[in-house]
């Protein structure tokens, strides 16, 4: 928590900035984190979002009144080599990520982005193949499936108001080449 120190004897009622940096939203939370297995490597999505606080003093203790955005954030995907313990690649973009990510057997990644994209990368460099836009926050996490012999890729796109992205209603439905 970044903010500013407040003698004990402050008057009660009085109001303190604060920041803290990640918020709550903040780092990998709820996201859901892949392995791809030919490469030992966990995917892993996160955000780095701060929260402004106002902070009350009263009677020598701090409450926090107010939860107030502290700007723009970030959504990041993570390889990490499991076997190393160290980062493979990393790919940083504007926005956030709540949905995590899907590692196929065929080297690809998949992650929605709570600006209404979904992107696919490179399991195995980072490299950005595929970005498309579906309107709303792709805060689901992708799923695949094969049916008549075909591979697919789907998400739920609904939005969430948490971190300020579009809402909507959609399931986008994508088929894998051959």
Do not use: C, K
């Not at 892949?34 to 402004?52: K, S």
């Not at 499991?82 to 998949?110: H, S």
């Amino acid at each position: 928590m970044i903010g500013h120190a407040v003698p004990a004897d402050a008057p009660a009622g009085e109001t303190l900035p604060a920041a803290q940096e990640p918020g709550s939203g903040g780092r990998t939370t709820w996201s859901v984190v892949a392995v791809e297995r030919g490469l030992n490597t966990a995917i892993v999505v996160g955000n780095h979002f701060g929260e402004g606080h106002r902070r009350r003093h009263h009677r020598r203790r701090y409450t926090a009144t107010d939860l107030a955005d502290a700007g723009p954030g970030y959504g990041l995907v993570t390889s990490v080599d499991l076997t190393r313990r160290t980062i493979l690649w990393q790919n940083r973009f504007a926005g956030g990520a709540l949905g995590g990510a899907l590692a196929t057997a065929g080297g690809l990644v998949f992650v929605g982005e709570s600006s209404g994209f979904i992107d696919a990368f490179a399991a195995d460099t980072g490299r950005l193949l595929w970005h498309f836009q579906l309107g709303a926050g792709v805060n689901a996490p992708p799923v695949a499936f094969a049916a008549g012999g075909t591979e697919y890729i789907a998400v739920a796109v609904g939005g969430n108001t948490r971190v300020h992205s579009a809402t909507g209603d959609t399931l986008a439905v994508f088929h894998l080449p051959h």
